[in-house]
DNA sequence: AGCAGGTGTTTTACTCGTGAAATATCTCCT
DNA sequence: AGGAGATATTTCACGAGTAAAACACCTGCT
């Protein structure tokens, strides 16, 4: 215990840095010698997301959304066309359960609305409404320059070279378990 | 539409890069200009939990612990004596209530034993078994070994950085909204 | 002493997501 | 034609998390 070992995998020997590297060097006390590098990366990942999404819900929020409902709103906007509820599934990430009650509380609240594929019947075709749209266009706005505040502590050198790491990190990551199309 | 604006701000001018960057050239063709700089480190970050999440898992799932469950363990391990539910849920960050619950299943387990306070009866202290103990010092090792793994993918020198730069990113964000202790 | 207000923990009622089964429809093969 | 198997979507039953209330106990003031 004490200050021993400070500056195990950390890089900058100054402060205590980050929650992530308390536990570090906690761990190094227990089982000194334990490889702990991927915890720099994946507990950071994790911890960040949790804050982010504590962050981010306010604006939201604020529009009666929730996140994915957002998520589902936003993927039809951006798109510009209809979307079957499989598609906005494989946009989404989420589970076709999910999709379904997503779509029914944003259909009552008319902000998105279906209609049957005229050959297929089992596909519905999903669009937004006037109202859903321009809720999108003037919620993203917000949303992105909240996010840009909230990410301002941080150098701009620092957050390119962030986005373009994160990115390598995401390809592989899509690469081997994401995406697992032909 | 087409391959227009391809290299908005994702800096390789490479291929067509990940989930994200797809969705930010989406974006730039509906609404041109807008800037979706935030997306490209918050929606990869997100969507790196969520895609570690699945994939961490595995080798949880395997010793029969959900993750929430193993960090109550590794938190009990790391710091290496009794904690007070309190004090768990300000390490893990979960909800008291959330906590209540994985204690007492992880009690009825016999992983984690409770006593309580001789001094003020309202407080717990709950320690790790043998077992529990046992438990997360077998699960540990496997589980950054299996990150590790997952990592692998990125070069190294980039692991390092990326380490770096999500440290300078977290720092930033507890300061905003966690840890808001006096 | 005795109570007002604070703190630690659990309980309650509810929301939301999930996997698996159910439903409806289509497609292809014979 | 007709049915076996695939696909799109929804329903169901349940597990897990949450906020807020409840509960139990402590502390400090009068």
């Known amino acids: 215990?004490?200050?021993?070992?400070?500056?195990?995998?950390?890089?900058?020997?100054?402060a205590l840095g980050d929650t992530v590297a308390k536990v570090v060097r906690q761990w190094q006390t227990v089982h000194p010698g334990l490889d702990t590098a991927p915890m720099e990366i994946i507990g950071r990942v994790n911890r960040c997301a949790a804050l982010l999404?504590?962050?981010?819900?306010?604006?939201?929020?604020?529009a009666g959304l929730t996140r994915p409902e957002f998520d589902v709103l936003a993927t039809l906007?951006?798109?510009?066309?209809?979307?079957?509820?499989?598609?906005?599934?494989?946009?989404t990430f989420a589970s076709g359960a999910a999709v379904t009650k997503r779509l029914?509380?944003?259909?009552e609240r008319g902000l998105v609305e279906r209609r049957g594929d005229t050959r297929d019947r089992r596909v519905a075709h999903v669009?937004?409404?006037?109202?859903?749209?321009?809720?999108?266009?003037?919620?993203?706005?917000?949303?992105?320059?909240?996010?840009?505040?909230v990410l301002s502590g941080v150098e701009a050198?620092?957050?390119?070279?962030?986005?373009?790491?994160?990115e390598e990190l995401l390809i592989q990551l899509e690469g081997r378990l994401g995406v697992p199309r032909a």
Chains 1, 2 share one sequence.
């Open 157 to 166: 050198d620092n957050r390119r070279e962030l986005a373009v790491l994160l």
């Open 1 to 14: 215990m004490t200050a021993g070992n400070g500056r195990t995998a950390t890089g900058s020997g100054a």
């Open 77 to 91: 906007r951006r798109t510009g066309h209809e979307l079957t509820p499989s598609e906005i599934v494989r946009e």
């Open 127 to 149: 669009r937004l409404t006037d109202t859903g749209r321009d809720l999108v266009d003037s919620v993203l706005p917000e949303q992105l320059s909240y996010e840009t505040a």
């Open 53 to 62: 999404q504590q962050a981010e819900d306010a604006p939201l929020r604020r």
């Open 104 to 107: 029914k509380a944003l259909t």
